[in-house]
């Protein structure tokens, strides 16, 4: 169930209603629509899915529409985090000085453009920053892209959890949360699904160059680091280089070119499954998790990675649609990585695919 507060009070039954989190999006966005409720632009809002809060944020457009059937209102916005994706990042915190440590970084971005919200860190410990990397912001650059730049050199993934930020990984290996079939009768019942693979932005080979620290006067073979990361699947023909986001160590520049691999492969497998209700096992679903898909319409079947949720309820009852993708998309491990390569099979797809073909 889908519930909405304004202050206190609460609305439900909507004409159609959305609440929608990606890996991809730090921000959770909502969409809402009735006959009987009414918001303004700029109310804060509280949003619940099956009790448990799901966002904590505004209302940022409101459509009005009136036929001889009647009037109908419509609703969009996002959680508070999205005012550290829209903002500029403020002069007084464009530097900092090497040692700070990633949390207290965000913090201080945090309240440099007034934005009260919790930072969690389920990330675990995160290496403070050397005198090597140079922590600055671009002239112009949102408050976001500083945080997200650095984030990934430390292979943290960050997101809204509703009240927040959460810092998070995908590295400890992914095991079914979830379970989906397409056999009727079930609680995991799959009612549609969908497959889309579009390879065109893999390569082979990807070499991350770190960006040079001139005016600290490194020698040639300290300033110009690159690592570099194979996607087997794809033909060595393909080759892709690239400057990393700062200053890097050689690891690091291995590190971010496995995650550029991964964050191409992520998006290159778009399996979208539509299941009833919002939860599994009182579990609400949610980004970052395992699923176990046995689709024996499509095809697939093994654990893949929950990369979207999108909650929808309307007068015909309440669904979620979940964006899945390949287990070890985000990771930086390459251990890992060669072990979800045997969690996910999309062969028999693939294999249906080709004979039609």
Same mark, same amino acid.
């Given at each position: 169930?889908?519930?909405?507060?304004?202050?206190?009070?609460?609305?439900?039954?909507?004409?159609?209603?959305?609440?929608?989190?990606?890996?991809?999006?730090?921000?959770?966005?909502? *969409?809402? %629509?009735?006959?009987? +409720?009414?918001?303004?632009?700029? #109310?804060?809002?509280?949003? &619940?899915? $099956?009790?448990? @809060?799901?966002?904590?944020?505004?209302?940022?457009?409101?459509?009005?529409?009136? *036929?001889? %059937?009647?009037?109908? +209102?419509?609703?969009?916005?996002? #959680?508070?985090?999205?005012? &550290?994706? $829209?903002?500029? @990042?403020?002069?007084?915190?464009?530097?900092?000085?090497?040692?700070?440590?990633?949390?207290?970084?965000?913090?201080?971005?945090?309240?440099?453009?007034?934005?009260?919200?919790?930072?969690?860190?389920?990330?675990?410990?995160?290496?403070?920053?050397?005198?090597?990397?140079?922590?600055?912001?671009?002239?112009?650059?949102?408050?976001?892209?500083?945080?997200?730049?650095?984030?990934?050199?430390?292979?943290?993934?960050?997101?809204?959890?509703?009240?927040?930020?959460?810092?998070?990984?995908?590295?400890?290996?992914?095991?079914?949360?979830?379970?989906?079939?397409?056999?009727?009768?079930?609680?995991?019942?799959?009612?549609?699904?969908?497959?889309?693979?579009?390879?065109?932005?893999?390569?082979?080979?990807?070499?991350?160059?770190?960006?040079?620290?001139?005016?600290?006067?490194?020698?040639?073979?300290?300033?110009?680091?690159?690592?570099?990361?194979?996607?087997?699947?794809?033909?060595?023909?393909?080759?892709?280089?690239?400057?990393?986001?700062?200053?890097?160590?050689?690891?690091?520049?291995?590190?971010?070119?496995?995650?550029?691999?991964?964050?191409?492969?992520?998006?290159?497998?778009?399996?979208?499954?539509?299941?009833?209700?919002?939860?599994?096992?009182?579990?609400?679903?949610?980004?970052?998790?395992?699923?176990?898909?046995?689709?024996?319409?499509?095809?697939?079947?093994?654990?893949?990675?929950?990369?979207?949720?999108?909650?929808?309820?309307?007068?015909?009852?309440?669904?979620?649609?979940?964006?899945?993708?390949?287990?070890?998309?985000?990771?930086?491990?390459?251990?890992?990585?060669?072990?979800?390569?045997?969690?996910?099979?999309?062969?028999?797809?693939?294999?249906?695919?080709?004979?039609?073909?």
């Amino acid at each position: 169930m889908i519930e909405v507060k304004v202050g206190t009070e609460k609305f439900k039954k909507w004409t159609d209603a959305s609440v929608k989190r990606d890996i991809d999006n730090a921000s959770c966005s909502f *969409s809402l %629509s009735s006959d009987e +409720y009414r918001f303004k632009a700029g #109310d804060e809002i509280k949003i &619940l899915v $099956d009790g448990a @809060l799901w966002v904590d944020g505004f209302v940022d457009s409101v459509t009005g529409d009136s *036929s001889y %059937s009647g009037i109908s +209102y419509s609703y969009s916005g996002r #959680d508070k985090v999205m005012d &550290l994706l $829209d903002s500029s @990042l403020p002069d007084g915190v464009k530097n900092f000085k090497a040692g700070m440590d990633l949390v207290l970084i965000i913090n201080k971005i945090l309240k440099s453009i007034g934005l009260n919200v919790p930072v969690k860190n389920e990330a675990g410990s995160i290496k403070p920053f050397d005198y090597i990397e140079l922590i600055a912001g671009d002239a112009g650059s949102s408050a976001f892209d500083l945080i997200q730049g650095y984030a990934r050199k430390r292979g943290v993934m960050i997101n809204s959890d509703g009240q927040g930020i959460k810092l998070f990984r995908i590295n400890s290996g992914i095991v079914p949360v979830f379970n989906f079939t397409t056999k009727k009768g079930t609680e995991g019942t799959i009612l549609s699904s969908n497959m889309e693979i579009d390879i065109s932005e893999r390569f082979q080979k990807y070499v991350c160059k770190s960006q040079a620290q001139l005016e600290d006067e490194f020698s040639e073979a300290t300033v110009f680091r690159k690592g570099d990361s194979e996607d087997k699947s794809i033909r060595n023909s393909r080759y892709y280089e690239f400057v990393a986001e700062e200053s890097m160590t050689t690891k690091e520049c291995r590190q971010r070119a496995i995650e550029e691999m991964n964050i191409r492969k992520a998006r290159s497998l778009k399996y979208t499954i539509e299941v009833p209700f919002h939860s599994q096992n009182k579990m609400i679903y949610d980004i970052g998790y395992g699923a176990r898909i046995d689709d024996e319409i499509l095809g697939v079947s093994g654990t893949f990675l929950i990369k979207s949720v999108e909650f929808k309820e309307s007068l015909s009852g309440e669904t979620t649609s979940l964006v899945l993708t390949y287990p070890d998309a985000y990771a930086i491990d390459s251990s890992i990585m060669q072990k979800a390569e045997k969690k996910a099979d999309i062969s028999r797809y693939l294999a249906e695919r080709d004979k039609e073909i």
